[in-house]
């Protein structure tokens, strides 16, 4: 696309947005649609948010609209409410002193829409709009789409000491649309990385799985040759380096994860658990008199690095738990019958047991080439099986057991923790014969193996 067809892109703005945008002008105050939502509509993707800015000041935005929140008003930006929907309008501001590489001393409010587009990220994110005005592009936002290109506004020193986080900022934009970063950018970003430790472990994670999660997770080789993972995560630096001599692999640790992230859906479990399911490789690295190298054991130390650094970025719970379980597992080869399978569904958790088969299928798509037709075969197999048994309807846990602990109980075993290995025992018997799965015989087993 040209620049003069970039140019004439039209913009269509939300009937709620719109009006917010009118209710500002017929009051004597400058109002535009900002930043991501106008690169987004420019580009012919969806915006997720449409954010204003505007000359009014905060008070005079409050007093235009009858439903508004206080969500940054030291900074300049109230929340409107429009049947429900929410808006940010920001005032035109200027920023002071940056002193913690995140927040500006001070805040002074401008009518100089220009004056609040310079202080902006990256030039892609610093157009604004509105029908009356058109397309206001200071900083050649347009230029770059066209190029396909991140840069700084202005001097990329300065714009990455005001915040330190748009380094990852800057890889992530890269990812999400398949550009690249512009070299004074990335100059800038070698130079300063260091600096992301000054950054919450919060705001790192919120890049980091949109980064992952993106069209091009691969791209995480960026910021590794940036140097943002030496000190957001130095454990994928090892892996860059862990050499694999064995025949199964063609690449080092470090590119077979980056080609894996590229075989895994977008879900940010997923994702995370290609990126961390090697990363026990250099603890249990050994070579043998042959010269193959070996990397007995490495998953369970891959799932101890993965579940250190999730703690470190404070992920939740349950996305601890279930990356933790498809790294523990990843490197399982359930034998290709119905009842192994069963068991290894079992053991792992039939709700994650797709999950792992996509695990399995990244990871097996990232080894060595002679080796990946037979490996997806049985990979195949395992999953037609897979589907069988869910089309029966197996037992897979205790939940389908047709035998209960009140059940057990009726029949004089005491509560407590015998009943439940007691359940268990007879669960690993249904697994292997699901027609064992009926009350009565299981009730008579019961009573043999109590």
Request: glycine share 6%; net charge negative.
């Amino acid at each position: 696309m040209s620049l003069a067809e970039y140019k004439t892109r039209y913009i269509e703005i939300p009937e709620k947005a719109e009006q917010i945008l009118h209710t500002l002008h017929k009051n004597g105050y400058e109002a535009y649609v900002v930043g991501g939502c106008v690169r987004d509509s420019i580009l012919g993707r969806e915006p997720g948010d449409w954010d204003i800015t505007t000359s009014a000041s905060p008070e005079q935005v409050k007093r235009l609209f009858p439903r508004t929140v206080d969500t940054g008003i030291e900074h300049g930006t109230v929340t409107v409410l429009e049947d429900g929907e929410a808006f940010e309008v920001t005032t035109y501001r200027i920023d002071g002193i940056y002193e913690d590489c995140r927040h500006p001393k001070e805040v002074v409010f401008t009518s100089d829409l220009l004056e609040d587009l310079k202080r902006r990220d990256f030039t892609i994110n610093a157009m604004a709009y509105s029908r009356e005005s058109g397309l206001v592009d200071a900083f050649g936002g347009l230029e770059d789409m066209k190029n396909r290109r991140i840069r700084c506004v202005g001097d990329p020193a300065e714009r990455f000491s005001e915040d330190a986080l748009r380094m990852m900022r800057a890889v992530r934009f890269a990812a999400q649309l398949g550009f690249s970063v512009d070299a004074g950018t990335e100059e800038a970003i070698r130079a300063m990385a260091p600096n992301l430790a000054r950054i919450s472990a919060e705001r790192i994670q919120t890049e980091l799985v949109k980064l992952l999660t993106s069209p091009n997770p691969h791209w995480f080789r960026m910021a590794y040759e940036c140097g943002i993972t030496a000190v957001v995560m130095p454990e994928f630096d090892r892996i860059m380096l862990q050499r694999q001599n064995n025949p199964h692999h063609a690449y080092t640790t470090g590119e077979h994860t980056l080609l894996a992230l590229r075989n895994v859906p977008p879900d940010k479990a997923l994702r995370l658990a290609m990126l961390f399911h090697d990363m026990g490789k250099p603890e249990v690295f050994s070579t043998d008199e042959n010269g193959k190298d070996h990397f007995h054991g490495h998953a369970a130390y891959s799932e101890r690095i993965a579940q250190g650094i999730m703690r470190r970025l404070k992920f939740d719970n349950d996305t601890m738990r279930t990356v933790a379980c498809l790294v523990r597992n990843h490197s399982r080869y359930p034998q290709m019958n119905a009842r192994d399978v069963r068991v290894c569904a079992y053991e792992i958790g039939p709700e994650l047991f797709d999950a792992f088969l996509l695990v399995k299928r990244a990871d097996i798509t990232a080894h060595h080439p002679d080796i990946i037709p037979d490996a997806l075969s049985y990979l195949k197999e395992v999953e037609r099986i897979w589907r069988d048994i869910r089309e029966r309807g197996d037992c897979l846990s205790l939940k389908t057991l047709a035998l209960g602990g009140d059940d057990l109980i009726a029949d004089g075993v005491a509560p407590g923790p015998a009943l439940g290995e007691l359940l268990q025992k007879l669960l690993l018997e249904v697994l292997k014969d699901p027609a064992r799965n009926e009350k009565d015989y299981l009730l008579e087993r019961s009573r043999e193996i109590r």
